[in-house]
């Protein structure tokens, strides 16, 4: 894959969504632990516990890629978007079924969080370089 230029903007955008996503992960495995694990829908076929702890790994290596994989930075940004893009149908489901965790303890709150997972998805692409990737290839 062609190395892909990006600005300081991106970059600060791209560490800051790699150290968000570590600050996650560590929540995974430690003191948001039960609030992760309502937010597994009821329909998922593994234990609860489970799929924390293993979405968890893949948040942290996630981040890690995002903060010190920069050669690889394109890739490391579209998996994030994909990652963003596989976790949502859990924010549909705190909002639908009306789960308070992580301070969104009312339906307005839950509401206003699903508009940012496209924000998410965005500045994973965006400051990754993985837009201007993708139109280059046309």
Do not use: C
Request: glycine share 8%.
């Amino acid at each position: 894959m062609e190395t892909i230029e990006t600005t300081k903007t991106q970059n600060f955008f791209r560490i800051l969504l790699g150290l968000f996503m570590i600050t996650a992960a560590i929540g995974h495995f430690t003191f948001q632990r039960t609030e992760f694990q309502a937010q597994v829908p009821n329909w998922v076929p593994m234990d609860k516990d489970l799929v924390v702890i293993l979405s968890g790994v893949v948040e942290i290596t996630l981040g890690l890629s995002m903060v010190f994989l920069t050669r690889y930075k394109v890739i490391a940004g579209i998996a994030l978007a994909v990652f963003y893009i596989l976790v949502f149908p859990g924010n549909i489901a705190q909002y639908i079924n009306k789960t308070p965790a992580f301070g969104l303890d009312t339906d307005q709150a839950r509401l206003i969080r699903l508009f940012f997972q496209p924000v998410l998805i965005f500045l994973a692409l965006w400051s990754t370089g993985a837009i201007g990737y993708f139109r280059r290839r046309g």
